[in-house]
Structure formats: C-alpha cells, structure tokens
C-alpha cells in the first residue's frame, strides 16, 4: 500500500492537470464541488500535515534559526512584492490581480516538501519552513493581501485572518495533539495525510476551473503568464539571496522551493470565500498549482544530478 500511495503522491502533477483539463473541457463534471467541499478538503489536507507533525518538530526551529528566519522573511517579503510587481507590470485586470497578489501572500505549499526531498536540499528545513509559514498564515495572508490588494477591491483583513486561522492554525493543532496523545492512531492516519492533501489540491483546482471555466478561457494567456513569471521570481530570488548572504547550496535550494511554491489551495479557497464576485482571484491559485510544479518539478530534476557540497 505504502508504494502505491507514493507512486500516487509522486504523479500528483499528472492529477492535478488531467482533472483540470477536464474540468475545463467538461464543467458539468466538477461543478458539484463548491466552496464547502473546498474548505473542508483543505482543511483534512492541513490535519494530515498536522498528524505528521511532532512536538521536536517545533523545537527543530531553534536548532538552525539563521536559515528559518532566511527562509521565513524570504516568503513573507519576495512572494508577496513579487505578486504586486507581476500586478503591476502586467497591468493585470482587478480579479486576476487579486488573484496573483493573494496567492503571493499564501504560506508554503506542502508539495514543496516533496519537491525539496528529489532535489537533494535540506528536507528537514523545508518542513519547519512549511510549518512556520502556515502557522503564522493567518496574520501575513491578510495583512499582505489587504496592504498590496487593497486599491484593486476592499479587503475584509478580518475575514481573511478568521479564515485562514480555521484552515490551518486548527487543523495542524488538533493534528499534533492527536499525535501527542494517540501516536498510533496518527502514525495510521497520518500515512495518507500526503495523499489526501493530494486529492484535496486536485479535486479543489477542478471544482474552481469548472466554475470559473468561461473566464478562464478569456483569460488564459494572462493567467499563464502571470503565474508562471510569479514562481520564476520566487524560486531565483529565493535562491540568489541565498546564496549572497552565503548559505551552503542545500540551504539555497530549499529556501528557493519554499519561496517559489505556493499554497495554491489555500489562495483558492480564500478567493473563493472573499472574492466570489472574481473567479479570476480563485482561477489564479490554481494556475499556480500547475505551474509551480511544473517549474520546481523541473528544477528538482535538474538538482538531483548535481548534489550539493553541503
């Protein structure tokens, strides 16, 4: 069982844009996964994470707090500045440019940890990075988004806070304290916590592309473009400031992927609750989905065959 769910977990690209093209092709198909499903898909994906999680894994944070407090400053002020600057300079339409700036502002992706472990970086870090970034999620999101998204469309920070506290601060949390109390139990459960934020990410991404299928084939040039020009920022920023302040190649490369890839879901998910008057802002998360493993698939396999020195 376990090969299988990693051959699985390994494909999840495959799904993500198998169903997305369907979806598209076909609406009627994913129409019926709105934002109930979505939020609650997103959410079991973050109590995976959780049961995965334990009590050594926070105090990991103080044993290299040089390279977390990089990586961590890195997301919260490349990502975000990058989203306003491909806003910006692409002179995106409001919806879209909501989109990018929100997605930006998101917290890691958990596939970055997958992405970190083929590229031979430093796995441990860009588990504490994931963490650490979803963890305080539910202040920088809003707080990002409301300050760089706010001439575009009213941002309600508060309701973002609140929503981004109940999709990951909660479900990570009851996902530790079961491990604490009920190691068992999470060690069984928490063998399919990858897999089902797996599921969760793709059957979001076809819900939101059925739903936002006309708009996204008016706009899917911009959509590309934006997304993909987004992720190449993050990663080679991420990367080159890394590598100025002098931080050994395994450190620089995860710091990239942790930059570089998204929690589309979760830009999704919010774009969905906040701004449902824009199904571009939904339409832009999933985009960087696909794109961001496109580009950090590739660079992994590009990673892989020259192992870092340190």
Request: proline share 5%.
């Amino acid at each position: 069982m376990k090969r299988f769910l990693d051959w699985f977990n390994n494909l999840y690209p495959v799904w993500l844009v198998t169903l997305a093209v369907i979806s598209f092709i076909k609406p009627q198909t994913m129409l019926w996964f709105d934002k109930p499903w979505i939020f609650w898909s997103l959410a079991a994906s973050m109590l995976g994470m959780g049961l995965t999680l334990s009590l050594d894994d926070f105090k990991a944070i103080g044993k290299m707090p040089g390279s977390v407090a990089l990586g961590f400053v890195a997301q919260y002020t490349i990502m975000p500045l990058s989203g306003w600057l491909v806003a910006t300079t692409l002179k995106l339409e409001p919806g879209l440019a909501v989109g990018i700036i929100l997605v930006a502002s998101c917290p890691g992706g958990m596939a970055s940890n997958m992405i970190s472990y083929l590229a031979k970086a430093n796995v441990a870090l860009s588990v504490v990075l994931t963490l650490a970034s979803t963890m305080l999620a539910f202040f920088f999101t809003p707080m990002w988004t409301s300050t760089l998204a706010g001439k575009y469309v009213p941002v309600d920070a508060w309701g973002l806070c609140v929503s981004a506290f109940q999709l990951t601060i909660a479900p990570v949390v009851i996902g530790v304290l079961i491990r604490w109390k009920l190691p068992r139990t999470a060690d069984r459960i928490g063998a399919c916590g990858p897999t089902v934020a797996v599921l969760a990410f793709t059957l979001v991404s076809g819900g939101i592309v059925a739903a936002s299928a006309d708009a996204i084939a008016s706009n899917f040039g911009r959509l590309a473009l934006a997304a993909f020009v987004l992720h190449v920022l993050g990663f080679g920023v991420g990367y080159g400031v890394s590598k100025v302040l002098r931080y050994p190649e395994s450190v620089a490369r995860t710091v990239s992927i942790e930059v570089g890839m998204q929690n589309g879901g979760m830009a999704a998910s919010l774009a969905r609750e906040h701004f449902a008057t824009m199904p571009l802002a939904a339409a832009a998360g999933v985009f960087s989905g696909v794109m961001q493993n496109i580009i950090g698939g590739l660079m992994a396999a590009w990673w892989k065959r020259r192992p870092p020195s340190a």
